[in-house]
């Protein structure tokens, strides 16, 4: 019989040779009946053929000729589905790198849309300038003739203020700041940084309300993943250990790393050790240590340990939940969360994927894949007429409100409310 | 704080089922699973007992009748644990689960066209389905697509004639009309997609209305529709003049696919915690109970509490048991006892599609008639049920009791606990 000695001793198994679980394959196509591009394009034949299958023919020493692998979105539904643990997904993301090594040139659109933290630097102190711009439709048909960004593709608008500036010069210095024993690391990111200030700040309102003294750490910078899933993996590889020399000091003293971005917390997670191969003893410690915000929160009420004076809301609001978070395989903790709310009634909706898969949906090829792939979405989320909805993740949540028009939230920020926090 | 009930571990139709059951029941219930399980590559339909004696070519008729001489011949079968009362209450059950409107043939087994048109004898199907039944002696046209690989219209009318079953049989393959007309290959998800859209049937309907006027139904891959499945098939029956039914493909299956979105549906209108994607990779018994699981997460092992833990992880298939090159056999979430030979010569016989089954197919967990794991005769852990084909001697190959078995033994966890 298992023990609890014996649990501490089992280690995460499935992981370890993202390549060699193209053996476990049986061929049953269940990834490509389940995936969301391959169902609505030609273009992609889908997880089976150029997952495992294609697997095979990836000789080392030879280049790459599967360029269809490159309209694989790399929303991980079929490494999710898939019932004897081919990562598929992941295997994707690898050939995708040796893709475009092989052809020795990434699109410079490509390379842009990978360094959205140089696009927030870039626009943040013009933001009111850049944000009108942005709408402005000669502009944008110029942009997506010369750059290939669809003309249509979501713009969030540039947060005047970053998210770290007034962390620093405004919150370190208040009086109401939390000082405590109890300490949590948090992890920005860039939309935080540039786009959504507020949602940072929604974050650790509610940390604070909770005891807890955050910690944002001054060297962290983008997690990589639009590099990532641009296939430029070096670039990636930079920023993944600039953020692992960062947050390590901290995951070392037993901090608990935490943030409201569902895709850089998985880059955090699992990308960096098991698509770009980072798996030394640091980057370990940084993925054990992280933790996706409501993971945090509800392990919390979990023990009890999470207040729970929540206001009412007398309200039902759709939520959505992004295929990045269900990635991280640990159910969905925002739901639970949120149904602490006295009041309150989520109705998750049923979908796989929102389209847009991080930088996917922006690029001009690929922009009506991306709608197709979240129409029912769109639709469910419509026909709920609520004026606002939920979703973790920020890309999906501007595609969502692009797309439906409906104002879109954290769930950091509903639980905010329920606090009466802001 | 325990935030659940209880934790179903396996998301094929036994786990699904208990825990819509139990949610249902006023239960808070965590369902966990590796992937989704055999249901997406079924037929859809289920199967409650479709040959007896196991090794008869002959499917059986009504079933009920064959039922008493089944269990003698099996009495450590599931069935036979638990009785015919509960497998009538368990289909009464399940068909009140879904909006889809499951039928029964009174008391005898549909048979239906397998995708090679054999018979497929089932207790329990979707009208579309149903309406391919070969004991009605109705002609019927098989249609397919050049461009659906693996599904052959004239092997199956073929093989239909070839039972001189009275039925008049014959097929017909097309190549996809607008707007699929450019594909070269296509899935039978894509095709379902493609069925939903009202001007790719009326472009199918006008080729082929005029040569299905001599049939009185028209039988298609099971394609038609996915989310709008019902208003698909409404709509073809009307512009064709006639009743039409689906045929089984070769896996996935969209019928299966269909009945998996309706109870994941079911589930979660109901408030219930779903985990698809992730493995349990291990439990703990201390005296006599579990207290806890442990999930794989892309990062670390999280723990997972509940009052009750039902194991659905499905037989050999299903990742429930395993097995290796030296002959060993093993449960791997709690490593329950599996009673096996540990010589490999004994699990297989020389016949790979063998009406009695594979020895290897028949092991499993065993169980009380609380369907606790047992050691000897005690109960391993009082709040740790099994369900499905993880039961030992629930091969469903033997006598084709799949979906059957997966049905009963969640309805009688779902009255224990609920
Ligand atoms: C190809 C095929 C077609 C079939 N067609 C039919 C049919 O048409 N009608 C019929 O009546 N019967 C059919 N059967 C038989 C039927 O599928 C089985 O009897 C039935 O599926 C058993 O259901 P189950 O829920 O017990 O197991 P499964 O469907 O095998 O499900 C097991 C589940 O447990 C999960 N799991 C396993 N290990 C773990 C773990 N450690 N942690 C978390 N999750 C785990 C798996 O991923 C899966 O979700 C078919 C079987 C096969 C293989
Ligand atoms: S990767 Fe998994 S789901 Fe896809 S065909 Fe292979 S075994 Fe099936
Ligand atoms: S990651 Fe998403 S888009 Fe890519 S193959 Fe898998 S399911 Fe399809």
């Known amino acids: 019989m298992t023990t609890s000695h014996d649990l501490d001793e089992i280690t995460l198994s499935i992981w370890e040779q993202v390549q060699h679980s193209a053996d476990l394959c049986v061929k049953c196509n269940i990834c490509t009946s389940f995936c969301p591009v391959a169902n609505v394009t030609d273009m992609f034949p889908g997880p089976k053929f150029v997952g495992p299958q294609a697997q095979r023919f990836r000789n080392p020493h030879e280049i790459s000729v599967d360029d269809s692998l490159d309209y694989c979105s790399g929303c991980g539904v079929c490494s999710m589905v898939c019932p004897h643990g081919v990562k598929v997904m992941e295997m994707n993301a690898k050939a995708r790198y040796k893709l475009y090594k092989t052809k020795k040139w990434i699109p410079l659109r490509n390379r842009i849309l990978g360094r959205s933290e140089l696009l927030g630097w870039l626009g943040s102190p013009f933001a009111p300038i850049a944000n009108v711009t942005l709408k402005l439709k000669p502009l944008r048909i110029l942009i997506e003739g010369i750059m290939g960004v669809h003309r249509d593709a979501p713009m969030p608008a540039f947060s005047w203020e970053t998210f770290r500036g007034w962390y620093q010069t405004v919150h370190k210095k208040s009086p109401q700041r939390v000082i405590s024993d109890k300490k949590v690391v948090f992890y920005h990111a860039c939309s935080v940084n540039y ?115 929540f206001q009412p809301i007398n309200a039902s609001i759709p939520y959505h939940s992004p295929c990045q978070l269900r990635a991280h395989n640990m159910g969905l903790p925002a739901i639970e969360l949120m149904e602490l709310i006295p009041g309150i009634q989520i109705k998750h909706i049923q979908a796989d994927c929102c389209g847009i898969a991080g930088t996917y949906g922006y690029k001009k090829e ?31 949540r501007w595609q969502i409100e692009h797309a439906t028009g409906t104002k879109m939230i954290h769930p950091v920020q509903l639980l905010a409310q329920a606090y009466g926090l802001t | ?65 064959k039922l008493s001489s089944f269990m003698a011949d099996h009495p450590q079968h599931p069935y036979s644990l638990l009785g015919e009362t509960k497998i009538n209450e368990a289909l009464h059950a399940f068909q009140g689960l879904t909006e889809t409107e499951y039928q029964q043939n009174g008391s005898e087994n549909w048979l239906v066209p397998s995708a ?44 239909i004639s070839a039972q001189n079953l009275g039925i008049e049989t014959e097929s017909l393959t097309l190549n996809l009309p ?57 709509d073809l029956e009307k512009q064709l003049g006639r009743p039409v039914f689906e045929v089984g493909t070769l896996p996935p299956s969209v019928p299966g696919r269909r009945l998996f979105e309706a109870l994941k549906h079911t589930f979660v209108q109901a408030k219930g915690r779903m985990n ?70 004994t699990w297989f016989t020389p016949k790979f599609l063998s009406p009695v089954g594979q020895p290897v197919s028949s092991y499993g967990v065993v169980v009380n008639d609380r369907l606790n794991p047992i050691e000897d005769t005690r109960p391993i852990a009082d709040n740790l049920y099994i369900v499905g084909s993880l039961l030992a001697h629930a091969d469903w190959t033997q006598g084709r009791t799949g979906y059957g078995v997966a049905l009963t033994t969640a309805k009688h966890v779902a009255d224990l606990l609920g």
């Not at chain 1, 309102?205 to 296939?231: F, R, T, W």
């Not at chain 1, 409501?294 to 919390?300: I, T, W």
Request: aromatic share 6%; with cysteine; hydrophobic share 40%.
């Open chain 2, 1 to 65: 704080m325990s935030l659940y009930d209880t934790v179903v571990i396996g998301a094929g139709l036994a786990g699904l089922t208990t825990a819509c059951h139990l949610q249902n029941k006023g239960q808070r219930v965590m369902l966990i699973g590796h992937g989704v399980g055999a249901l997406v590559l079924g037929s859809g339909c289920i199967d409650v007992l479709g040959y007896q004696p196991v090794e008869s070519v002959e499917p059986v008729r009504a079933w009920p009748d």
């Open chain 2, 116 to 159: 090679v048109g054999a018979i497929h004898p089932t207790c329990l199907a979707p009208p579309s389905i149903a309406k391919g039944h070969l004991g009605d002696t109705a002609s019927m046209l098989i249609v397919g697509f050049e461009e659906l690989r693996d599904f052959y219209p004239a092997l199956i009318s073929q093989n």
């Open chain 1, 195 to 309: 786009y959504e200030a507020f949602i940072g700040k929604a974050a650790i309102a509610v940390l604070e309300h909770n005891g807890y003294e955050v910690i944002v750490p001054k060297d962290q910078v983008c997690c990589g993943l639009p590099m990532l899933s641009n296939a430029e993996f070096d670039a990636a590889r930079q920023n993944a250990r600039t953020n692992i020399n960062s947050l390590v000091r901290y995951a070392r003293a037993g901090h608990k790393i935490v943030g409201t971005s569902s895709s850089c917390t998985l880059s955090l997670k699992s990308d960096y050790r098991h698509i770009l191969d980072m798996d030394d003893a640091d980057a370990r410690l940084v993925s054990q240590q992280t933790y996706d915000i409501c993971e945090f929160l509800l392990e919390l009420a979990q023990a009890g340990e999470l207040k729970t004076d």
């Open chain 2, 276 to 345: 698809i994607g992730t493995k349990v990779v291990a439990g703990e018994v201390k005296d006599g109970r579990v207290t806890q699981v442990q999930i794989e997460t892309t990062n670390r092992l999280k723990p997972i509490i509940a009052e009750n833990y039902v194991l659905a992880t499905g037989g050999i298939l299903g990742g429930g048991i395993q097995t290796d090159d030296q002959g060993r056999v093993w449960e791997p979430v709690f490593n329950l006892p599996i009673d096996h030979n540990s010589n490999r010569q």
């Open chain 2, 178 to 234: 607008e707007p699929g007309a450019s594909k070269l290959n296509i899935t039978p998800i894509e095709l379902a997609t493609l069925f939903e859209q009202a001007d790719f049937r009326q472009q199918l309907v006008s080729v082929i209305k005029a040569r299905c006027q001599d049939y009185d139904r028209i039988g298609f891959p099971a394609v038609l529709g996915l989310g709008r499945h019902a208003k698909v098939v409404v």
């Open chain 1, 366 to 396: 690929k922009h009506d894949i991306s709608m197709a792939v979240g129409k029912s979405l769109f639709e469910q989320v419509k026909a709920t007429e609520s004026d606002v909805a939920i979703c973790d993740s920020e890309t999906c």
